[in-house]
Structure formats: structure tokens, C-alpha cells
């Protein structure tokens, strides 16, 4: 076989999610944010491993994202869409029992009327999405007579616990959200860690769950096996793949192995600090990454395996994204069509 296998290990998800709830209070709820096909790792295998394990509120991106979490958690479980009601959403979200998190006078003017179920999301100082202060101040009063289910805002800098911009934003969502009953949300993964002061009535973490900093206790949730296609021996001198760019300086062995680019490894990820793992040995990664194939300095191994880990418990997404100039988010959801993808648990 030519394809990587990607395996994605379902139980270890379900701990990553049951050690961030042990993070809050007994009374605030840990729900799960699923947005992004479950970051690229399957929104329905990951949303119903996520509602064995005990989670009963799940957050998607898009109303359409919610078909599928639906169909694998059943009508026990509560889902709330972030980008609340948008043009055609309506029939979607009530054929689904999907409820939108509302976040603009428009989409509270045009939502309100009926009695369908709603949230409020409030923007604390993001400026991405959510009713601004002034905006909520002049609706409040008909929205909570309205009994929205959930408040919610998110914060910027959560991964950055000593931002001032997280203390503010949490000032912010007090001013506009203080006295009221409704249930509040603020915070992800990065506001989980944050502590208690941010944790309201229900926490959302998303990447800590798929093994992403800041959540750095997590357990690794993927491993990336890719085939070895060709081996062969490289003289001093010569140069491996496009550019030339990497050149032997001892009588070499390498090995082509079959993910690109194409498959979502980052070619920025070609900077020698990226490691190829048979078993817990680390083998150097050369020379450019191709669109479907990469190299693999492996003149100390005693024999080569059948395959060589990119992301294994040793290197995870977070290294990866290091190396990349980029964050685990976008290793986990730029992770490829074409691999064999195996669920565990
Ligand atoms: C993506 C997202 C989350 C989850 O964030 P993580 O950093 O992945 O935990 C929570 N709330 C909102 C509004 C989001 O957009």
C-alpha cells in the first residue's frame, strides 16, 4: 500500500475531554467544539466517541456542519451553531434542531420573532463575531425576555495567559452580561486553563481535545504512518530533491516515502528540524517537501521499517506546526484526503 494510514484515536480524544472537564467546577458543564469536520479528524466518529464519554452540548462553525453531529449524537444532545442564522440557515437549523448563537442586531431582528430556541454571542473585544456592547445594551431587555439558552463571547489571547487583553475581555463580558440568569460561556481551550475566574456556566474547548497546545497536558489523538516506497544509498556530494537543497556529507541511506504537500504537510515544514520516527528513533527529514512525497535520512537504522511516523505521542501536531510556522489547528485541519484514516476506540 502507497497511502499513509492516519489513525485517530478516539479514546484518547474522549480523556483529553474528561481531563479539561476536571479542569472547572462540578457545576459548570464542559461541551465540545466539533467545528471543522471535528478539526479535520471527523465531526460525526468524534462527536459520537465525545457523547459516549458524557459530553452533551456541541459547537459547529456553520449550520450545515451540524447535519452530521446530529446524526451521530442523537436528539439528546444540544448543538449551537457560531455563526448563528445566515441567509437559508433557518430551515437547516430546525430540521436539525440546531440552535444559532445570534450575533447581530439583524440576526436577532430577524430570528426573534419566532419561538425557536436561540443564543447570544457578545463580542468582549475580539471584534470578530458577536453583538458589540452598545448593540446588546439597546436589544437586552427583548432578547432576554426571549430567554436566550446561552450567552457566550470569546477571547483573543487565551493562550497567552498573561495577555491584559484576557483580563479585559473577561471585564467586558461582566459589564454586559452581570445580573442576568441565562447560562454564560467565555472560554475555549485557552480560557479553560485560565481558571475559574473564566468559567461561568459552560466551557468550549475545541483543540485541546484533538491534543493541541495550550493544552499541553493532552494525550496525542493522531499518529501519521506513511509507507516507505524506495530506499537507496547516497554518495558524499550528491543531493537529495528539488533545489538540491540538501547535500550528503557521509555515504548516506535514504528513504521516499509517500505524503506531500498534497496531503497537508506543510511544506514550510522542510527546515531540518522535523524528524521521521521508526519506532521511537528519529530520523531526520531532507531536503524539500514534494507535493506527494518525502524524504527520510535513514543511514543509522539498522534496517528500515515499512513505515515512518510524522506524528507519533514523541512528535506532535504542535511540533510540526513549530516547524511550519504555523499552530497545531492548521496541521490537524489541513491533514489529507487521501490517507487511510483507522479509528480507535
Ligand atoms: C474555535 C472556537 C472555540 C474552540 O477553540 P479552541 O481554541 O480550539 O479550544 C470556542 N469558541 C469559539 C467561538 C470558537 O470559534
Known amino acids: 500500500m502507497a497511502v499513509a494510514?492516519?489513525?485517530?484515536?478516539?479514546?484518547?480524544i474522549a480523556d483529553n475531554w474528561r481531563a479539561l472537564d476536571a479542569k472547572s467546577a462540578a457545576k459548570v458543564e464542559t461541551a465540545?467544539?466539533?467545528?471543522?469536520?471535528?478539526?479535520?479528524?471527523?465531526?460525526?466518529?468524534?462527536?459520537?466517541?465525545?457523547?459516549?464519554?458524557?459530553?452533551?452540548?456541541?459547537?459547529?462553525?456553520?449550520?450545515?456542519?451540524g447535519i452530521a453531529v446530529r446524526k451521530a449524537v442523537?436528539?439528546?444532545?444540544?448543538?449551537?451553531?457560531?455563526?448563528?442564522?445566515?441567509?437559508?440557515?433557518?430551515?437547516?437549523?430546525?430540521?436539525?434542531?440546531?440552535?444559532?448563537?445570534?450575533?447581530?442586531?439583524?440576526?436577532?431582528?430577524?430570528?426573534?420573532?419566532?419561538?425557536?430556541?436561540?443564543?447570544?454571542?457578545?463580542?468582549?473585544?475580539?471584534?470578530?463575531?458577536?453583538m458589540e456592547p452598545a448593540a446588546f445594551a439597546a436589544l437586552k431587555d427583548r432578547i432576554v425576555k426571549a430567554t436566550p439558552?446561552?450567552?457566550?463571547?470569546?477571547?483573543?489571547?487565551?493562550?497567552?495567559?498573561?495577555?491584559?487583553?484576557n483580563a479585559a475581555q473577561l471585564a467586558?463580558?461582566?459589564?454586559?452580561?452581570?445580573?442576568?440568569?441565562?447560562?454564560?460561556s467565555l472560554s475555549a481551550t485557552g480560557g479553560t486553563l485560565l481558571g475559574a475566574d473564566y468559567h461561568f456556566d459552560l466551557n468550549r474547548p475545541g483543540v485541546g481535545l484533538y491534543g493541541g497546545a495550550p493544552f499541553t497536558q493532552a494525550k496525542a489523538a493522531v499518529r501519521?504512518?506513511?509507507?516507505?516506497?524506495?530506499?537507496?544509498?547516497?554518495?558524499?556530494?550528491?543531493?537529495?530533491?528539488?533545489?538540491?537543497?540538501?547535500?550528503?556529507?557521509?555515504?548516506?541511506?535514504?528513504?521516499?516515502?509517500?505524503?506531500?504537500?498534497?496531503?497537508?504537510?506543510?511544506?514550510?515544514?522542510?527546515n531540518g528540524t522535523v524528524h521521521l520516527y521508526a519506532g521511537d528513533t528519529p530520523c531526520p527529514l531532507i531536503g524539500r517537501v514534494s507535493m506527494d512525497l518525502i524524504t527520510v535520512d535513514v543511514t543509522d537504522l539498522d534496517s528500515v521499517p515499512d513505515s515512518l511516523d510524522l506524528l507519533n505521542p514523541l512528535q506532535t501536531i504542535d511540533h510540526l506546526a513549530d516547524a511550519a510556522g504555523t499552530i497545531g489547528y492548521e496541521i490537524l485541519?489541513?491533514?489529507?484526503?487521501?490517507y487511510n484514516r483507522v479509528y480507535k476506540g
Not at 485541519?333 to 487521501?338: C, F, V
Open 5 to 12: 494510514t492516519l489513525t485517530i484515536d478516539l479514546n484518547a
Open 32 to 65: 465540545a467544539v466539533v467545528k471543522a469536520d471535528g478539526y479535520g479528524l471527523d465531526a460525526g466518529r468524534v462527536s459520537k466517541a465525545l457523547h459516549q464519554a458524557g459530553v452533551r452540548t456541541f459547537f459547529v462553525a456553520v449550520a450545515e456542519e
Open 74 to 130: 442523537g436528539q439528546d444532545a444540544v448543538i449551537y451553531v457560531f455563526s448563528g442564522c445566515c441567509d437559508g440557515d433557518a430551515p437547516i437549523l430546525k430540521a436539525h434542531n440546531l440552535i444559532p448563537l445570534l450575533n447581530s442586531p439583524e440576526q436577532v431582528n430577524t430570528y426573534l420573532p419566532g419561538s425557536a430556541p436561540f443564543g447570544i454571542q457578545l463580542d468582549s473585544g475580539m471584534n470578530r463575531l458577536g
Open 149 to 165: 439558552s446561552l450567552i457566550m463571547s470569546h477571547l483573543a489571547c487565551a493562550d497567552e495567559p498573561d495577555h491584559p487583553q
Open 172 to 184: 467586558a463580558f461582566h459589564a454586559m452580561t452581570d445580573g442576568l440568569t441565562t447560562r454564560k
Open 224 to 270: 501519521l504512518s506513511i509507507p516507505v516506497i524506495q530506499t537507496r544509498a547516497v554518495a558524499v556530494g550528491e543531493t537529495v530533491g528539488y533545489g538540491a537543497k540538501w547535500q550528503a556529507k557521509r555515504p548516506s541511506k535514504t528513504a521516499t516515502i509517500a505524503s506531500g504537500y498534497a496531503d497537508g504537510l506543510i511544506r514550510a515544514m522542510g
Open 333 to 338: 485541519t489541513s491533514l489529507g484526503a487521501r
